[in-house]
């Protein structure tokens, strides 16, 4: 470990300026505080945290036409645990709950299945959001409700994927990436490869990471060496997980499943093709159509910054909600409910920086 | 927004339980007795010290690997007894019991009972049945009172912590949440964790009686190690420093709280007890608490300092340093 950070201090010196890299994925950013290797690195390492918390980058309507499911007769809504404290305009699926709207927390969405088939008379809505990580387990679930033929589950999706955001922030000239702390999860999945388009294109390097505070060392140590280089190419610091093509068999039921849409990323708006849609053929699981959902325009707290922080352009401490009001027990931005939001990630962590 | 309801986060043991409890209750209720919140209140009779306390108990499922709720209920009430010094004397029981329930569950439940009050020397001298509708609570739900004698000269609390204690914990953290988590309908995964749920007081009364200068005690349950440390820290305005690599956490605890997201640090605990002792006190203390069959794991896993003030800090194991930070309250797992 001490080697680690002497050699990131050698190479920071070589690379000779301030350096700037982004973990996109929050569980990187959550291990990265919880470790405190941020305090161990060199004042001209800057770590800033990507948009790779699914909860945080959800859009408000998303949450409120999911609020607005919940309350309706015949509907229980299924979610993840993360989802149920984010404020919508005006609400939270937490509130509805305790109001007596029927929100379910599952740990997947095969739980969602089994709460379908128990309950024949009522509507399962599965909120989908996630990444790579999360879709081919909702892939899997709405296929087999498809084969089962079963009528009363269907899925929300708000599902996103890693490549299109980054290359996004690249375009971004606010933020300035000088390199990709890749996420381990999403690449299981897709493999490697996915990346070699931002070192081909626009000559960033990235490191696909583990989660333990040495493979984020690691990986910082790989991006400082490629920039002192003068290079850029992706290197699989997490190859015991990781590999360049990643999981066949989960890719093909995605592709069967969904196919990509244009969808909007909260803080960083349309993003052509970032996110995945239920096929047509499918129709029939895609709560959507099903439901006849409505996403209406929503309202978010013009003073809360979660979308300059999700964009790696603000820190949580320049936010002025930040700590008050806005604090995990009452949560303002997505930022600071979600387990992997930043803002809760410095609250929790470093507030006595602040 | 709308904050007009009870939500579940309300009862995690966190920083939403506090707020409730100073903003609806201590408001209207508070009296010089109750406003210490500690584990237990401290009444003086006829010269003599008590401690006084009540807990409800509400486990789902009621019967869990290690044990049920109606051992949890008198570990619960005899060790919030306990870690204020006093010995437990006298439980009063209370059954909220749901129509249809089998009585061969409910008999099971009373039998558990006895074999904890004989572990614990306490007698149970009063109690209520009620019952309720089916579909008015899951089971059963107990509520015990329980009375203790302080047999400490000393008076522990959270506020008496001071600058230079240890703190000592009696052994693994995180069992008895993870085993209760690991029969949840919905997250229900195979491990071989079982609850810790044990009664403290046999312990306790080891480490009084050596003498050791002992500031306070307190059963990490709800809200689990890092709420309860949060608490005396702000109660007693003072820094805590926990290592990171001496935290007794077990592998299988560690994992199924990857897998969950969720923090070991503030899962509960039922048979745990965190000491504070004057740092020159600390090997006869750790010594006699060795000695019992449930500190055989115990050690030094921090110690409190000056600054910074009403915070707990941990030193992480690759030696960087961060907050530990009062739970919110409900613990939601992660989405990826």
Redesign the interface.
Known sequence: ?KTLVQNIEALSQRVGRDVKLMEVC??HTMAA????????LPGCVHLVSGPGC??CVTDPSYLDAAIDLCGRPGVIVAT??????V?GT???L??E???GASV????SPS?ALILARECPSKQVVFLG???E??VPTVAWAIWRAARDDLKNFSVLCAHKTMPRAMDALVRDKAINIDGFICPG?VSVITGAHIYRFICERYRIPCVVSGFE??DI?KSIELLLRQLAEGRAQVENEYSRSVSEHGNAAAQRLMNEVFEPCDTAWRGIGMIEGSGLAIREQYAGFDAVKVLGVQFPKAHVNPLCNCGSVLRGVASPLDCQLFGRPCS??HPIGPCMV???GVCAAY??????AA | MRRDRILLAHGGGGSLTRELIEGSFLTQLGNPLLKPLDDSAMLVMGGKGYAFTTDSYVVKPYVFPGGDIGRLAVCGTTNDLAVMGAQPLWLSLSFILEEGLLLADLQKIVESIRTTVAETGVQIVTGDTKVVERGKCEGLYINTAGLGRLVTPDRLGAANVKPGDAVIINGWIGEHGVAVMSRREGVAFQTSIVSDCAPLWPLVKTILNTGAQIRAMRDPTRGGVAAALCDIARASNVGIRLHEEVLPISREVRGACDLLGLDPLTIANEGKVLVFCRATDVARALAAMKEHPLGREARVIGEVSEKPRGMVLLRTVIGGERIIDMPTGEDLPRIC
């Open positions: 470990m929050g569980t505080f919880r470790s405190g290797l941020r305090q161990l699914p909860v993840f645990g993360d989802l149920v404290r404020p005006d609400s939270s937490e509130r709950r305790a109001a379910r927390i599952v740990y739980d959001v996630g990444f990580t999360t999860h505070a040495w060392l995990p027990a979600s387990g992997e609250y929790k962590y470093e507030r006595i």
